[in-house]
């Protein structure tokens, strides 16, 4: 069947009304997937979220969050994370525009931020649990390792993600399934950051206020 | 006709190639009040000016906020026509969301106020 093949080649201008359009270009139909990925992932976190809210007081006589989190280390991360959203999006622009230069450089950003976040996260991992405040401590730390080291090995694929595509843009050039899967990759990219708003001000803010 | 012919997929804005100048202001704005809502937020949580009980609705409302920034400038989520499939995909993950949370967080505060044994007879139940 080539009907489906050459759909997607005709350009969007020779055709008029949405749904009478015949199937939609590809980079749409792909991008709306990865969009349901990513609102069932989101999915899954808020199962997380939820052990969380119900464990956090569960503390089983051991440290709190109170105690434990440092609202430094939280601030510079949340900064990290939202700027390397922020270039994130400048790299898509370079994408849609076909500049080589100006991809690399958002993505080298993109990617020092992403990977200044992951450091700075796996210190206090490391910090908690040479403390004695590692997940097998209690209910509370089960959750929060969960939840919180959760989302590093996200950001952690998505650095994997990152680094693979600018080797393809490096190779194949900006070729469509390249562009496409740019999309995909920046759509990732501010879905972590929307679910470290949440997860920074439920487990770090809302644990530390007064 | 200069109207939406297909739904535009999520995270495109639809005018990259016409006004990238444009389009950087887009997501400028949208860090700007991303800065903005998150250093409020941890204000807000570190402030002794504010009535103790109602910060942690105050935070929840300002991470909803942001969220929201997020989705309309890093995202490209609108209201427009060419984005209903995309708007009502997100509106049946935050109905999901919102049910996990809301039906876990619900269920188990009644637990353990039903179910809790009275203290000292027994004490492997070491919640608070």
């Known amino acids: 069947m080539n009907v489906a093949l050459a759909a997607h080649e005709i ?3 020779v055709l008029t009304g949405a749904g009478e359009a015949g199937p939609a270009p590809k980079r749409v139909v792909v991008a709306y997937g990865f969009w349901i990925f990513l609102l069932s992932d989101i999915v899954m976190f808020s199962a997380l979220f939820a052990a969380y809210a119900v464990l956090v ?3 089983a006589g051991g440290p709190t969050g109170a105690q434990l989190f440092r609202q430094g280390t939280v601030a510079i991360e949340t900064g990290c994370l939202l700027a390397s959203s922020y270039t994130c999006g400048l790299m898509l622009l370079a994408v849609d ?3 080589h230069f100006a991809t690399y450089f958002g993505a080298a950003i993109t990617f020092a931020l992403g990977a200044a976040f992951l450091a700075l996260e796996f210190r206090e ?3 908690m649990v040479a403390h004695g405040a590692g997940p097998q401590r209690s209910a509370f730390l089960s959750a929060f390792f969960a939840l919180v080291g959760c989302h590093g090995l996200h950001v952690t694929a998505g650095l994997i993600w990152l680094a693979v595509m600018m080797a393809q843009v490096a190779v194949k050039g900006f070729a469509a399934a390249v562009q496409r899967r740019l ?5 990732f990219w501010h879905a972590l950051d929307i679910i470290w708003v949440g997860l920074f001000t439920v487990v770090y803010l809302m644990g530390v206020a007064p | 006709m200069t109207e939406a012919r297909y739904d535009r997929a999520p995270g495109d804005s639809g005018r990259a190639l016409t006004a990238p100048r444009s389009e950087v202001l887009f997501y400028t704005v ?5 800065v903005i809502l998150t250093a409020i937020s941890f204000w807000v949580a570190n402030t002794s000016l504010l009535w103790g009980p109602g910060v942690a609705l105050g935070l929840a409302v300002l991470a909803i906020a942001q969220m929201g920034v997020h989705l ?3 995202l490209h989520i609108t209201t427009g026509p060419d984005n209903t499939n995309n708007v009502l995909a997100l509106a049946f993950g935050v109905l999901i969301v919102l049910l996990v949370i809301a039906g876990s967080v619900w269920i188990m ?3 353990n106020t039903n179910m809790m044994p009275s203290g000292d007879l027994m004490n492997l139940h070491m919640q608070h």
């Not at chain 1, 999309?183 to 759509?187: G, I, K, R, S």
């Not at chain 2, 949208?30 to 991303?34: F, R």
Request: overall charge positive; hydrophobic content about 55%; aromatic content about 14%.
């Open chain 2, 109 to 111: 505060a009644n637990l």
């Open chain 2, 72 to 74: 309309v400038f890093f």
């Open chain 1, 125 to 127: 991992f490391a910090n």
């Open chain 1, 11 to 13: 350009h969007s201008d």
């Open chain 1, 57 to 59: 007081n569960a503390t």
């Open chain 1, 97 to 99: 525009s076909r500049r």
């Open chain 1, 183 to 187: 999309l995909c990759f920046a759509l």
């Open chain 2, 30 to 34: 949208g860090l700007a009040l991303a």
